[in-house]
T-cell receptor
Framework: DTAVSQTPKYLVTQMGNDKSIKCEQN?????MYWYKQDSKKFLKIMFSYNNKELIINETVPNRFSPKSPDKAHLNLHINSLELGDSAVYFC???????????FGPGTRLTVL | DAKTTQPPSMDCAEGRAANLPCNHS???????VYWYRQIHSQGPQYIIHGLKNNETNEMASLIITEDRKSSTLILPHATLRDTAVYYCIVRGTGANSKLTFGKGITLSVRP
């Protein structure tokens, strides 16, 4: 059973398009996150939601909009995709802030 | 959040203990030390965390110095599958505290 799942695994699209990445966790965790890993392999936090409420919002272009329909889901919608958005996006969840984060397998986004 | 310093890489022989060092000399009293690893092309994996006491779980042991300015992650019997990038992270308290990843240390386990 997959704890944190993401769809799709790979996403190839043209500049200017709008796309979404979905994330679901079946761990019953209260907090979910989005991280971005660029070509240099740096992992950076983008957003964090706790019980559907946004609690961390890093300096991310407003083309990126997270949406949490319920505690088990945190989707990432990206408008007007740019070349620099190409990266691997990881979703994660945790039960409490001081517990370990469980990461999903990642979504590799390629913008052409 | 305090920063950490790790060597860029190290290797060890399969079956031997791997001791991964981390310096966090500016850590605050209420900040935790976390260790994660990322095996190639996979999502990061939580290993262990601690505040000031040494911790052990089924994956590893975490040794934190008394002054808390450094720590060591110990993989007691490294296997080839332990080859990965290991991240030492210092994290503050509260729901809005961030888990900030640095460059990590690349551990290569050789046969």
């Amino acid at each position: 059973d997959t704890a944190v799942s993401q769809t799709p695994k790979y996403l190839v699209t043209q500049m200017g398009n709008d796309k979404s990445i979905k994330c679901e966790q079946n761990l019953g965790h209260d907090t979910m996150y989005w991280y971005k890993q660029d070509s240099k392999k740096f992992l950076k936090i983008m957003f964090s939601y706790n019980n559907k409420e946004l609690i961390i919002n890093e300096t991310v272009p407003n083309r990126f909009s997270p949406k949490s329909p319920d505690k088990a889901h945190l989707n990432l919608h990206i408008n007007s995709l740019e070349l620099g958005d190409s990266a691997v996006y990881f979703c994660a969840s945790s039960q409490e802030w001081d517990r370990g984060l469980f990461f999903g397998p990642g979504t590799r986004l390629t913008v052409l | 959040d305090a920063k950490t310093t790790q060597p860029p890489s190290m290797d060890c022989a399969e079956g031997r203990a791997a001791n991964l060092p981390c310096n966090h000399s500016t850590i605050s009293g209420n900040e935790y030390v976390y260790w994660y690893r990322q095996i190639h092309s996979q999502g990061p994996q939580y290993i262990i965390h601690g505040l000031k006491n040494n911790e052990t779980n089924e994956m590893a042991s975490l040794i934190i110095t008394e002054d808390r300015k450094s720590s060591t992650l110990i993989l007691p019997h490294a296997t080839l599958r332990d080859t990965a990038v290991y991240y030492c992270i210092v994290r503050g308290t509260g729901a809005n505290s961030k888990l900030t990843f640095g460059k990590g240390i690349t551990l290569s386990v050789r046969p």
